[in-house]
């Protein structure tokens, strides 16, 4: 699975707010996309998803534009997880990690076996064995997260869309999930393109960067070339420290001015 | 919602509306016991000889006039509930009903101008019914222009409603003389139902039913919201066009043959969702036993509490829902999600 997307222009209420955008995610990466607020990650992220009309440009999601598949084929290739999924209050775990299954279900169809070892599956990977009967209304900000990640993993999908899948975490918890995202990926599971504000977390999760400015690619590359004080300086208009933690990684670290 | 309590839940459901079945069919103005109409009714049975010694105008009155008002009266409450549960699903509204679009209104008109007219027999239910379809299908053109988001069409639905309320009012001031009998219908009634009226709406009925069966775990799915649902391969805008024309095909059907009776397709998809919880591949069945054995009763209440003179249905299904929906409501801390 290879996603490529050139040129991409798209509008929101009629205000074009990508600019042509290029980028490209192999099979099993991850590519994280980053700018500051408003420079149009979360409508690339459902342009990607083909829930947006492009104005201009082509999305090949293995050569196919998601947007002129069939809905319940893209489903069973791609899953997307907005920033913040909608956790109707009267549904259990188990019941809404189900809803993944939708686009393996027939018309009059209930979920059979099948459905529910994958949505089982799904919830083994994300730890929420013990949470199944539990209803979404009781959960923690993680677990919520895990239970939208878990739906998304039910779809059995190639790609992985996330917007902002830790915004509402705290550290701990973006690591665990962050973590269990890289561990489906590297077990042959979805390739994965995420929005995250994080600038370091990006850039230890993800192979590669793509750094948006007001609808335009800044920069693309390993996160070595894009965490760059220079480049976050222009993009962000922010003073940082880039620094190396012990793996070698960039670390951002804002500075304050003197 | 564990196994045991749903399938207690349908069970309930079931003896309910057996249970007012038989209370339709054994009450009324006419000297039959019990013990005789189970046996008229089991003679009906083919291969059966049961009847023994009934008087046959008592017998008359049973199998040609009691026993087709109850099944009607079953049948409309039926539609109109699974009708109120399918809009209520589509609109994520737990107050909405099938009339919401205009078809009561639209209903209204097309019988009050076939009353006016003076015409008579079926063609007064045809004229409704095609009154409400009208109504609902400007409500829907009106609505869709632009972005179809469900308030607009609510909206639209609303326009519908008051201008077709409107020229009914207008075509009833013309003819004053048919004042009375335009009320008697809008009031609603299920009086003088034989065979016939329970054969005309049945097509249409079973038609509008199943499309709005056929879409309880996609309406499901929907809670999710558009953009998910629409990421999970549905089509949601389509989903909720197919359903809004079934449940209106299902409410005009029932409302051509009983006038408008309100209450019931708001109150008892609610009941339901209280006991049975909120997904629709629970709550559209349940809905259609509950709200036939619900109507089955009103009318026993609306033939029997003033004979033998008769209450309008919908004047009871008033007096017994709204102190009912009030009790639901206040019981319900939530306030009763959709």
């Keep these: 699975m290879t996603l490529r997307a050139e040129g991409v222009r798209a509008a929101l209420d009629g205000t074009e707010v990508l600019h042509g955008v290029d980028c490209q995610v192999p099979d099993g990466g991850w590519l994280a996309v980053i700018g500051p607020n408003g420079a149009g990650k979360s409508t690339l992220l459902r342009a990607l998803a083909g829930l947006l009309p492009l104005a201009a440009g082509r999305i090949a999601l293995d050569g196919e534009d998601p947007a002129r598949m069939r809905r319940r084929e893209r489903a069973r290739r791609l899953a997307y997880v907005p920033q913040a999924p909608v956790m109707p209050a009267e549904l259990t775990v188990e019941e809404y990690v189900l809803l993944g299954r939708t686009p393996y279900l027939g018309p009059l169809a209930a979920p059979g076996a099948s459905d529910r070892a994958a949505a089982g599956e799904a919830m083994e990977r994300l730890r929420l064995t013990g949470l199944t009967r539990r209803r979404l209304t009781t959960l923690s900000g993680g677990e919520r997260q895990r239970a939208a990640l878990a739906r998304a993993l039910a779809q059995r999908p190639r790609l992985l869309l996330l917007d902002e899948p830790t915004s509402a975490l705290d550290v701990g918890h973006q690591q665990q999930v962050l973590g269990l995202v890289d561990e489906l990926r590297a077990d042959g599971g979805p390739a994965v393109v995420s929005t995250l504000h994080d600038l370091t977390t990006a ?56 | 919602m564990t196994h045991r309590r749903g399938r207690l839940v349908w069970l309930l459901a079931v003896a309910f509306l057996l249970a007012a079945l038989a209370c339709g069919v054994t009450v009324g103005a006419s000297g039959l016991g019990p013990g005789e109409v189970f046996r008229v009714l089991v003679d009906q049975l083919p291969g059966v000889h049961a009847g023994g010694a009934v008087d046959p105008v008592d017998r008359a009155v049973l199998l040609q006039i009691r026993l087709p008002r109850v099944l009607l009266a079953a049948l409309v409450g039926a539609l109109l509930a699974v009708a109120g549960a399918g809009y209520q699903g589509v609109f994520r509204n737990p107050l909405v009903d099938s009339s919401m679009l205009g078809s009561s209104a639209g209903a209204g008109l ?32 009106a609505g869709s222009v632009g ?7 609510l909206l639209a639905g609303v326009a519908v409603g008051l201008f077709f309320s409107a020229a009914q009012t207008f075509v009833l001031q013309g003819a004053t003389r048919s004042l009375q009998e335009v009320y008697a219908w809008l009031l609603g009634s299920l009086a003088g139902a034989d065979w016939t009226h329970l054969a005309q709406p049945l097509p249409y009925a079973v038609v509008g039913t199943a499309v709005v069966l056929a879409h309880a775990r996609r309406l499901d799915v929907l809670a999710v919201g558009e953009e998910e649902a629409a990421s999970l391969g549905l089509h949601p805008a389509r989903i909720r066009l197919l359903v809004v024309c079934g449940a209106t095909l299902a409410a005009a059907a029932a409302v051509a043959v009983s006038g408008l009776i309100g209450f019931v397709g708001i109150v008892v998809p609610h009941a339901v969702r209280r006991l049975a919880g909120v997904s629709h591949v629970r709550v559209l069945p349940l809905s259609m036993l509950v709200g036939a054995g619900f109507l089955v009763l009103a009318d026993t209440l609306a033939r029997t509490v003033l004979a033998p003179a008769e209450l309008p249905i919908g004047v009871v299904t008033a007096a017994l829902g709204s102190p009912l929906f009030v009790w639901i409501l206040r019981t319900t801390r939530s306030g009763g999600a959709s």
């Excluded at chain 1, 793509?210 to 922010?238: C, D, F, N, S």
């Excluded at chain 1, 620094?243 to 001015?257: E, H, K, L, N, Q």
């Excluded at chain 2, 015409?119 to 409500?139: D, I, T, Y």
């Design chain 2, 110 to 141: 097309g019988a009050t101008v076939a009353i006016v007219a003076g015409a008579a027999g079926l063609a007064v239910p045809a004229a409704a019914f095609a009154g409400a379809l009208a109504a609902v299908a400007l409500a829907l053109a």
């Design chain 1, 203 to 258: 850039g230890q999760y993800a192979d590669r960067l793509v750094l948006m400015a007001a609808g335009e690619v800044a920069a693309e590359g390993p996160a070595e070339k894009v965490l760059t004080e220079q480049l976050i300086h222009r993009v962000y208009g922010a003073r940082v420290e880039v620094a190396r933690d012990s793996t070698g990684r960039p670390v951002v670290i804002p500075v304050r001015a003197p």
């Design chain 2, 147 to 153: 972005r179809t988001s469900t308030s607009t069409l």
